[in-house]
Every structure is written in structure tokens, then in C-alpha cells.
């Protein structure tokens, strides 16, 4: 398993980049500063918090407020940079780091917790996706889960082989190196040739 301080600091990671991704996209919406800090807060905080309760421990904000001063930093660089443009590539791209950052750390601490094997799927991909999903949400926008870019996959993916490998002993480098270059893979993978997964379609 990975150790407690590295941990530490691929959560402050992850918080980081969902933070600015989240920024950006409020501010594409028009929100002001409080509403910006508020979405680039939820998308960064709200999936590692749901898999803490989940495993009955405090949410991570609490323990280590600093994780506020990722989000702030988000703030002030998103000002900063005096846009409204939409999310573009670069943003993507640190948003997937996001993802297979917080696909590893949230599989890591549910089986540290003891979650079993399913129980560990799930939390990895709930801690992962569930921020961006409220993101949207509350910038009344398509949620991008939903629809396109195999995010739920690509973090379904990486959970999977980090668990299997786990289970098998492997290094916890080895794990968590591997599982996060899948996430990445299949998240850029997706982005690039524009794959989705099978939809109904509208009958005649």
C-alpha cells in the first residue's frame, strides 16, 4: 500500500488540478469570485469526502485544511489569467492527472480501511468522478461523466488493475504507476478519437 505522506501528497495533487479545472468552468459560467471558489471547492473536495464517510472516517478537508490553500491557489490562478474561455486541451489534460491521481489514492485508502475488493472498485471510482459530476451540476452544464470522454471507464479501468494487482502482492510502485498510466491512457485515448460508450438511439 502506499505510504501515508505520499498519500498526502497526491490527494494535495488531485485537489489541485480538479480545482482549476473547476475554477475555469465556473468562470466560463459567468460566476463570480465566491462562485467560483465554491465549484472549484465541490469538484475538488467532494469525492475524497464521500469516500471517507463511506469508510466511516472524517473527510479529508478536515484533517488536513490545507488542501484549502490547493483550492485558493486555484482561485487566484484562474483570476489571474483573466478568462472566460471554456475548458481547452491543457485543462483536460490536467484534469485526467487529476483522475488517475485521485483513481489510485481513493483505491489505496479504501482497501487500507478495509474495503474489499468490489467495495474498493466502487469508492476509487466514486472518489474520482463524483466532484466533476457536482461540477457540473452546479454550473448547469451536460455533465461531462455522462455522456462522452470514457471518464467513468478510465477510472473504472485503473481501479481495476490497481486492486488486481494489490491482490497479487505486486509492488505498490508498480501499482500505483501502472493504474495511473492506464486512467491516463484511456481518458486520452478516448479524448482523441473521440470514443464514447454505446447509447440508445431514438426509435422511428
Avoid at 454505446?198 to 422511428?204: A, E, I, N, S
Wanted: proline share 3%; charged share 10%.
Amino acid at each position: 500500500m502506499i505510504t501515508t505522506p505520499l498519500v498526502n501528497a497526491l490527494d494535495l495533487i488531485a485537489t489541485f488540478a480538479f480545482a482549476l479545472v473547476g475554477a475555469r468552468v465556473a468562470a466560463a459560467k459567468g460566476l463570480d469570485y465566491g462562485g467560483i471558489f465554491l465549484v472549484a471547492a465541490v469538484a475538488s473536495l467532494t469525492g475524497g469526502t464521500f469516500r471517507n464517510v463511506f469508510l466511516g472516517q472524517r473527510p479529508p478537508w478536515i484533517l488536513h485544511a490545507w488542501l484549502f490553500a490547493a483550492v485558493l491557489l486555484a482561485l487566484i490562478a484562474t483570476i489571474a489569467a483573466k478568462t472566460v474561455k471554456p475548458v481547452g486541451r491543457f485543462m483536460l489534460s490536467l484534469d485526467t492527472l487529476g483522475l488517475a491521481v485521485a483513481t489510485v489514492s481513493s483505491a489505496n485508502y479504501a482497501i487500507s480501511y478495509g474495503a474489499g475488493f468490489i467495495g474498493g472498485l466502487v469508492l476509487a471510482v466514486l472518489g474520482a468522478v463524483l466532484g466533476g459530476l457536482l461540477r457540473d451540476l452546479f454550473c448547469q452544464v451536460e455533465p461531462v461523466l455522462l455522456h462522452r470522454e470514457t471518464i467513468g471507464t478510465s477510472c473504472l479501468a485503473g481501479a481495476l488493475l490497481y486492486l488486481t494487482l494489490q491482490r497479487f502482492s505486486f509492488n505498490s510502485a508498480i501499482c500505483t504507476i501502472s493504474s495511473g498510466a492506464l486512467v491516463i491512457a484511456v481518458r486520452e485515448l478516448s479524448i482523441y478519437f473521440d470514443w464514447d460508450l454505446p447509447r440508445l438511439t431514438h426509435g422511428k
